[in-house]
């Protein structure tokens, strides 16, 4: 299974909503990737979790929340979103740098449309 | 700050045509990936390079990586027109897992 899946597709949302993303692999891996991308833009680096740990957070505004239950899950939680928030986020995971070459594998990714 | 560039960032090229896109980075990596993404799609690992003078080919499609120049170019061989889409590159840092991507290659062929 080489598959990271991500719940909703698509997410409209208001300003006042709190609501979550959701990530999810089967593969192993031990380092967990939340990424923002806006149209005709590369993505963005938001989180790192690296065996289960927050390692890596890009100065990302608290009204996004990461959150890893477990080495196979990854949520993204949002409340008070802005519409400039609107973006593809998207999920990825790696083995981890210890474990070689940490090639990225990306989910489907969530169309969010903050109104 | 890191910074990874690529150029053109936009190219238009015809059918059976050859070109090569360049990935450029400001900072020292041992890993250099590079994405395809097709409009409203999520991204798709096309190489990964781990070392200085590595080379790998897919079909119409050849990767390389020079560390010491920090430079990566995707070499594009008789363009088809199911190679249209935006191509990225990456860069892993040594410190961790943080990847950063390169502005992107907007790549229409026509026949």
């Known amino acids: 299974d080489t598959e990271v899946t991500q719940t909703p597709k698509h997410l409209v949302m208001g300003m006042t909503n709190k609501k979550s993303l959701k990530c999810e692999q089967h593969?192993?891996?031990?380092?967990m990737y939340w990424y923002k991308q806006k149209a005709k833009k590369p993505p963005e680096l938001m989180f790192v979790y690296s065996y289960e740990k927050l390692s890596i957070n890009e100065s990302v505004p608290s009204r996004f929340s990461p959150e890893c239950p477990n080495s196979s899950l990854l949520n993204l939680h949002l409340h008070a979103l802005q519409p400039e928030d609107s973006a593809l986020y998207l999920c990825a995971s790696s083995p981890g740098r210890a474990r070689g070459r940490a090639e990225q594998y990306f989910g489907p990714g969530t169309r969010l449309t903050v109104t | 700050e890191l910074k990874v560039e690529q150029n053109p960032l936009f190219l238009s090229m015809q059918e059976g045509k050859n070109y090569t896109i360049y990935c450029n980075y400001s900072t020292t990596s041992d890993r250099l990936y590079w994405y395809r993404q097709d409009p409203g799609k999520s991204l798709e690992s096309l190489f990964v390079?781990?070392?200085?003078?590595a080379v790998k080919q897919e079909g119409r499609l050849m990767a390389s990586l020079d560390t010491k120049a920090r430079l990566s170019t995707l070499h594009i061989t008789a363009a088809v027109h199911d190679l249209s889409a935006t191509y990225f590159c990456?860069?892993?840092?040594?410190?961790?897992?943080?990847?950063?991507f390169g502005t992107g290659t907007s790549l229409t062929v026509i026949p």
């Open positions: 990456a860069v892993a840092l040594r410190a961790g897992n943080q990847f950063y």
């Open positions: 593969m192993g891996h031990r380092a």
């Open positions: 390079l781990l070392s200085n003078g």
